[in-house]
């Protein structure tokens, strides 16, 4: 079993329970509340700004410049993506971009990217590709999972966001990550397969709960 394969097993139950999480269910047959996916866009908005700087990170700390080019690559793609959330959805809900990045970050999306960078400062090329390798690979599985009946309808509220997840190119994604995550761990030591371990599985509870804080539109207590 591939080291990549091996994680993902770690943490079978996890990624099920995403499968059946009401906001998943709710986004997948279009009977989610606008207020709920708008809260969604915005906090991910906001993740995706750190995601990048997560990628910058593996990028001057991968082995090969290969791989480093890769890196640079997914952070201008990640960063391509979120001004383009800014100007589609920015657009259809009245607010400027400014406004979209000047949201606050709810207690779990600043954990979670908490989380990431600091792995992002402190970790090898390996585990910072491991801690953001849920997200990519969760949202490919999500997408994937949600359109395994067919395409939705052209009226589907959100056809644009289940098109994107459930597609070949981003699929592309996480195939890349988990071959260089198979290819790094053959000469990682003990102690960091250990760290790995940790690391995959504490940024996949972070994707479950992503999708409950939207559902619940989550706030500071005080």
């Known amino acids: 079993m591939s080291f990549s394969n091996h994680l993902r097993k770690l943490a079978t139950s996890i990624w099920d329970a995403q499968l059946s999480h009401p906001f998943v269910v709710a986004l997948g047959n279009g009977t989610l509340p606008e207020q709920k996916f708008k809260y969604y ?15 910058s990170a593996a990028a001057l700390k991968a082995p090969d410049s290969e791989s480093a080019l890769r890196f640079n690559k997914l952070a201008e793609e990640t960063i391509i993506v979120e001004r383009s959330l800014h100007e589609s959805y920015g657009k259809k809900w009245a607010l400027t971009a400014k406004q979209m990045t000047s ?3 709810t207690p779990t999306n600043y954990a979670y990217t908490r989380h990431m960078l600091a792995v992002a400062a402190a970790g090898t090329a390996a585990e910072i590709t491991v ?3 849920p997200c990519a690979w969760v949202y490919c599985v999500v997408g994937q999972h949600l359109l395994r009946k067919g395409a939705p309808s052209k ?5 644009d966001w289940l098109m ?10 996480q195939l890349w990550m988990r071959k260089k995550v198979d290819q790094w761990a053959k000469t990682a030591g003990k ?11 504490i940024s996949s509870r972070y994707e479950w709960m992503f999708w409950d804080m939207a559902w619940n539109e989550e706030k500071w207590p005080v």
Do not use: C, K, T, W
């Open 131 to 133: 801690v953001a390798l």
């Open 103 to 105: 949201v606050p970050m």
């Open 41 to 55: 866009i915005l906090q991910d908005a906001r993740f995706l700004g750190d995601l990048a700087r997560v990628f």
């Open 164 to 173: 994107l997840y459930a597609s070949p190119e981003f699929a592309q994604v």
């Open 155 to 159: 009226n589907h509220p959100y056809r």
């Open 191 to 201: 102690e960091e397969l250990r760290r790995m371990e940790d690391s995959f599985i």
